[in-house]
């Protein structure tokens, strides 16, 4: 925004600056907005109370996202204290599962653009277009190239509802201030022939570029955010697996970089997991993991669960065969000759198994984990299976939105006699089951990176390594009390998801300091060094 305090209407126009009917008498007087505001004096409170009824009272998710957008657009402050009043009610709504459909129809209910859009057809002048971007000191940007939106595939530039709901993430649920977040597409085409048939999609009506002139595209965009923004971290987010797995080893020993769908969601299914031993029993080493789904989500989950086997003393090769991937042309396996670099790791030294349930009889996993984006394939015969095969079977539906959901938790919940240990990707409401109570947990990433990004942001971190997510995950794990274990509740609740996220950021903050990667002097209290810079929603003196 503008370094001069704007005034009148710029003030009333500007959304970081603006508080609506918030500004008293005296300010109205003093800042030439008298006569542009109706005369009575709200409070934050009142202005909150008057948005959740306005919300609550419409009757559908995406126009509720909209409202809140509007109001982003309009009133920062407000947006932020309205989402923070009550997270576990509007994290879905500006992220999953409702920013899906806001994705699929970006074009159809645009009202005002946000972020940064780059395509491919500015190649040489990125870093003009980075530059138009008012902020001068961005910390994080969130990019995609919206080729797999979720678990909705091609949404070609309608993906800028991920950069934009995730960032408001990063904020509403660990502080991390707006001002320092940055939006971004890389908009290199779409192949969603739906898309460039419709007459209102806003990116560019080309099929996807790929190959050398999408990665020197990739380049251009990193050297010049890294040129602009030198302390700045780039999340990727929701890049086919084709193009994450190569972008993220190409630069994440070079600058601070991550991938939350990789990552993040690695981070935060293991902290599921940790959070799970506590019900099942054992050690993470003693277990066995099938994943249904061997893309990016599956290949860095199980990546990250070899990794912290092997910080229980187990050998890499070992732990990577405790964790075997089954997609859409069976087990992997080692005599299979389609299986990508990324894969091979996994291949189970066996002969083929087709189905899903049968590697299940075979492999004797303690958890199933699902990354497919196909919906059901948790059917009644593999939920049984696993409930014969364990006391108390970890049963993940991963995939996103609900609608692909692997399995319903009353579907893990009644097929496994109560016994499953569950979580899923998207949520799924409390229920009862026979007069049991069971609240489902949510192995949503929001309990990572935001925290993953206050911690970077308040350390200056130079790097993000595996090993902060191993941290971050047990950091997570921790919170959860006897009491949420009773209700099957793995992961802390929402509604308390910024001091979660704070406890999870010091822990990932001393991480960072203890391996060298902080761009900051230690502080002797790393904890108040992420309280004194997280943001609060309240109207700036
Ligand atoms: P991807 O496209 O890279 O991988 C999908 C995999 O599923 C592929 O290996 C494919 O072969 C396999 N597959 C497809 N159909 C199948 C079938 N019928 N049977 C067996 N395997 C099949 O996608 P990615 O990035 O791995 O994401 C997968 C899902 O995970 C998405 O729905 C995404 O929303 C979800 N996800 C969830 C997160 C969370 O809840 N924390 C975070 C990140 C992703």
């Given at each position: 925004m503008t370094t001069q305090h704007p005034t009148g209407y710029d003030l009333l126009r500007n959304p970081r600056l603006n508080r609506g009917t918030a500004f008293t008498l005296a300010e109205r007087r003093a800042l030439g907005l008298e006569g542009l505001l109706p005369p009575a004096v709200a409070t934050?409170?009142?202005?909150?109370?008057?948005?959740?009824?306005?919300?609550?009272n419409l009757g559908d998710d995406l126009q509720k996202y909209l409202v809140l957008s509007d109001l982003q657009g309009r009133n920062e402050t407000l947006f932020y204290a309205v989402v923070m009043s009550d997270p576990a009610s509007y994290m879905p709504l500006i992220y999953t599962p409702t920013v899906g459909e806001a994705c699929q129809t970006f074009g159809h209910i645009f009202r005002e653009a946000r972020g940064i859009f780059l395509p491919i057809s500015?190649?040489?002048?990125?870093?003009?277009?980075?530059?138009?971007?008012p902020e001068k000191d961005v910390r994080f940007?969130?990019?995609?190239?919206?080729?797999?939106?979720?678990?909705?595939?091609?949404?070609?530039?309608?993906?800028?509802?991920?950069?934009?709901?995730?960032?408001?993430?990063?904020?509403?649920c660990a502080g991390v201030p707006?001002?320092?977040?940055?939006p971004v597409v890389l908009d290199v085409g779409t192949n969603n022939q739906s898309l460039l048939d419709d007459p209102l999609y806003l990116g560019l009506r080309q099929q996807r570029v790929r190959g050398t002139d999408y990665l020197a595209f990739v380049d251009e965009f990193v050297d010049a955010a890294r040129a602009l923004y030198p302390k700045c971290c780039i999340q990727w987010e929701d890049f086919a697996n084709i193009n994450a797995v190569p972008i993220l080893a190409r630069y994440r020993d070079r600058i601070c970089t991550f991938n939350d769908d990789m990552q993040g969601t690695a981070g935060v299914a293991l902290a599921g997991i940790f959070a799970a031993l506590q019900l099942t029993g054992g050690k993470l080493a003693d277990q066995r993991f099938l994943f249904l789904g061997a893309g990016s989500a599956a290949t860095g989950i199980a990546e990250l669960i070899t990794l912290a086997m092997t910080r229980e003393g187990m050998a890499p090769d070992a732990?990577?065969?405790?964790?075997?991937?089954?997609d859409i042309n069976g087990l992997l396996v080692t005599s299979r000759t389609d299986l990508a670099d990324f894969q091979r790791p996994f291949a189970q030294e066996r002969a083929p198994l087709s189905t899903f349930v049968a590697a299940v009889e075979a492999l004797r996993p303690t958890g199933i984990i699902g990354t497919s984006t196909v919906p059901k394939l948790f059917n009644r015969e593999v939920i049984e299976a696993m409930a014969r095969i364990n006391r108390r079977p970890?049963?993940?539906?991963?995939?996103?939105?609900?609608?692909?959901?692997?399995?319903?938790?009353?579907?893990?919940?009644?097929?496994s006699g109560g016994r499953a240990v569950f979580a899923s990707g998207s949520p799924f409401p409390p229920l009862e089951i026979e007069g049991r109570r069971f609240v489902p947990g949510q192995g949503n990433n929001v309990y990572?990176?935001?925290?993953?990004?206050?911690?970077?942001?308040?350390?200056e971190a130079t790097r993000v390594t595996d090993e902060l997510f191993i941290v971050a995950a047990q950091a997570v794990a921790e919170q959860v009390t006897e009491e949420h274990l009773a209700l099957g509740l793995i992961y802390p609740p929402q509604s308390r998801i910024l001091a979660a996220s704070l406890h999870v950021a010091e822990r990932i903050a001393v991480a960072i300091f203890d391996a060298g990667l902080a761009g900051v002097p230690r502080p002797d209290d790393i904890g108040a060094l992420i309280r004194a810079r997280a943001y609060r929603p309240v109207y700036p003196e």
């Open positions: 934050m409170a009142l202005q909150v109370a008057r948005r959740h009824a306005e919300i609550a500015a190649r040489g002048r990125l870093k003009e277009l980075l530059g138009n971007w940007i969130v990019v995609t190239d919206g080729e797999r939106i979720l678990g909705l595939g091609d949404l070609g530039a309608g993906g800028m509802g991920i950069p934009l709901g995730k960032l408001a993430l990063y904020t509403a707006p001002q320092y977040c940055l732990a990577r065969q405790r964790n075997a991937l089954f970890i049963i993940f539906p991963y995939s996103n939105p609900t609608s692909r959901s692997e399995c319903t938790a009353e579907e893990a919940y009644r097929w990572i990176f935001p925290a993953m990004g206050m911690a970077v942001f308040a350390t």
